[in-house]
């Protein structure tokens, strides 16, 4: 096993369940800590900062995998949650032309018939739109192009766009419809109309966006299924969940080595594979890599050219981030938190109102995120963490209004820390893993770079991975 995020010690603790030792079974970790950019800080006072995904959904077969893990490692008295009414979980802002303005998701009603900021014309014309345009005959092509097309412009750059900002730090018109709106995609090709394929869904149910596909579910996801969770996280921030399965993983025998970067691996015509360390080489029956496609790169790149050439066409992005604290409540409209549309040429991406969702006292936490896809053209290659502490102060103070400096603060510059799945992404990654098994490779591929961004998707991925893995023996 390399790569010890999220994904790898979900594989491993799976993988030391379905075979006991004494079969050997070794994690390695490049740096120092395990959870890859699930990290949190917490100060000696208690407050806890979140430096990477800080919240995870409920629902859907992913989130009830994911609440199903939580309830098996005994960690869901840790639980913290944001009710589905609560102003966290319905205030999603936007900042538009010096304004932040509330998208009313939750009142799409009052949208119908008259257009309402930042949407200028009301959602019935946009059905309208889809109602009559035709089916698109290419294999994939971005989100934006997509509702664009089907649906007008006005919702690709103001809900879409700074939507996968927000989810992967990118941009709207390269990021790949059939990776972020599979289904939706999927009614255009099969009844013509999006809109059609959703009333059809709903009518049939099998359109439901809050509940477990079908997934087996857990006491812990039946709970957050009845109370209706919007989004939920660990006390003590969301690296308590990897500090569990490294913890669970270590008690079930498995060898975790930090500080230990995968240097190489080499094939052999037996089917076993040597992973080389700087310390030492082991013999393995099968590796699983839950590295980043370019780090992976690197390691095969001495004996497998071509697949090093097909690692390095999945691109990564690099994110500013800063989380700034304040004494006193300084957030005047509750809200999850706001992000800001391509359109308004601003370093930031979004900030969340960090304590809005899980208080933290009498204080105010909001984590600034800048750059993404475009944080070269905007800081260069020499940005030093003052900087974009500069940066971040600059924009909430114009945005909301906090000229004060902060009581504390941390900054990051999270290299490579978000893959982007461009159009066509699906194709690349069904070719990697075709030349992986042409080649014979005792290899598994699992991790964000591959099939899903989220926490949720990497767990769900790493058990589905071990599981077909033992079912295959």
Wanted: some cysteine; glycine content about 8%; proline content about 4%.
């Amino acid at each position: 096993m390399i790569g010890g995020g999220i994904a790898g010690l979900t594989a491993a603790y799976r993988l030391a369940r379905i075979h006991p030792t004494p079969k050997r079974i070794v994690l390695l970790e490049a740096s120092s800590r395990l959870g890859g950019w699930v990290h949190s800080s917490r100060n000696a006072d208690g407050v806890m900062y979140e430096h990477g995904p800080r919240t995870l959904r409920p629902s859907g077969t992913a989130g009830v995998i994911t609440l199903n893990l939580v309830d098996e490692l005994q960690i869901k008295d840790q639980i913290l949650y944001v009710p589905g009414g609560a102003p966290a979980a319905t205030n999603r802002l936007v900042y538009i032309d010096g304004k932040l303005v509330n998208l009313p998701f939750n009142r799409l009603v009052s949208l119908l018939f008259k257009g309402r900021a930042p949407l200028q014309r009301p959602l019935i014309a946009a059905v309208f739109q889809d109602l009559f345009t035709r089916r698109s005959k290419e294999e994939d092509e971005s989100f934006h192009s997509f509702v664009s097309r089907r649906f007008g412009p006005d919702l690709a750059n103001f809900i879409i766009d700074p939507m996968i900002r927000g989810i992967c730090a990118g941009d709207a018109k390269d990021i790949s419809v059939n990776f972020i709106a599979k289904t939706l995609r999927e009614f255009e090709q099969k009844y013509g109309s999006v809109s059609i394929g959703i009333a059809l869904a709903v009518i049939g149910g099998s359109l439901n966006f809050s509940g477990s596909g079908g997934q087996p579910m857990s006491e812990l996801a039946k709970q957050a299924e009845v109370e209706k969770w919007a989004v939920w996280s660990l006390k003590g921030g969301l690296q308590c969940l990897p500090e569990a399965l490294a913890a669970r993983a270590a008690e079930s025998g498995v060898e975790i080595v930090t500080e230990s970067p995968c240097t190489g691996l080499i094939f052999q015509n037996d089917g076993t594979t040597v992973v080389q360390t700087e310390r030492e080489e082991i013999e393995v029956s099968r590796v699983i890599s839950a590295l980043p496609a370019n780090s992976l790169a690197n390691v095969v790149s001495a004996s497998h050219p071509n697949l090093t050439t097909m690692l390095n066409s999945i691109e990564q992005v690099t994110v500013g981030l800063v989380n700034l604290e304040w004494t006193g409540q300084r957030i005047t409209d509750e809200a999850f938190g706001f992000l800001v549309p391509s359109t308004q040429n601003l370093p930031v991406l979004g900030v969340v109102y960090d304590t809005c969702a899980f208080p933290q006292g009498d204080r105010t936490v909001v984590t600034c995120m800048m750059g993404g896809k475009w944080y070269k053209s905007l800081f260069g290659d020499h940005t030093t963490k003052e900087d974009l502490l500069a940066v971040a102060r600059k924009n909430i103070e114009m945005i909301l209004g906090i000229s004060d400096a902060p009581d504390r603060y941390q900054a990051h510059i999270l290299e490579k820390c978000i893959p982007q799945y461009v159009v066509g992404h699906t194709s690349k990654v069904a070719k990697i893993r075709e030349y992986i098994q042409q080649n014979r490779l005792g290899l598994d591929l699992i991790g964000a770079s591959f099939d899903g961004v989220s926490v949720n998707d990497c767990i769900a991925n790493a058990l589905s991975t071990v599981d077909n893995m033992a079912q295959a023996k």
